[in-house]
Structures are given as C-alpha cells and as structure tokens.
C-alpha cells in the first residue's frame, strides 16, 4: 500500500490523489473514496498496474499532518519582528 494525498476535488465529480512516492497523480472518482475524505485527508491506497483499487483512511497521517501545519503557522506568529524596514 502508498500513501496518497487527497489534493483536491475537480469539476468533473473526479479527485486528484498525489502518491509522491511514485511521483504520481491520479484521478479517482469521487463516490470510490471513503466516506469523509476531504481534501487533505491522506490514504493507503493499492495499485495494480496503473489503477488505484482500493483505499483506506490513514487518520494517523492525516492527524500529523494537520497538526504540523499548526505548528508552523503558530511559529509564523510568533514572530513579530519583521526584517523590512517600514516607510
């Protein structure tokens, strides 16, 4: 099984999961996804030949994930100096 990100949703009832791992993209229908994806959520997902056919919510990833981007934006915040000089 990969892990997949769940980018995003497209017009065309589609969804475009990121398997960086393969360095590769696929869009899925959307009514094949787990119940609950949105965009964001990670996945295991199996490949045979050049079809996904299975997925699984990877709530462990998704929950990391979620909270370094937490994280980071409380660490932007943080900061309040700026290095530009002001008018």
Avoid: C
Avoid at 22 to 35: F, M, N, R
Avoid at 49 to 62: R, Y
């Amino acid at each position: 099984m990969y892990p997949a990100y769940l980018d995003r949703f497209t017009d065309n009832e589609k969804a475009l999961l990121l398997v960086e791992e393969l360095q590769k993209e696929y869009h899925v229908d959307i009514s094949a996804l787990p119940t609950g994806s949105t965009a964001g959520t990670w996945l295991l997902v199996e490949i045979h030949g050049d079809e996904l056919t299975s997925f699984q919510v990877d709530e462990g990833k998704t929950a990391e994930m979620k909270q370094e981007v937490v994280d980071r934006m409380q660490r932007l915040k943080s900061k309040k100096t700026s290095r530009f000089k002001r008018p």
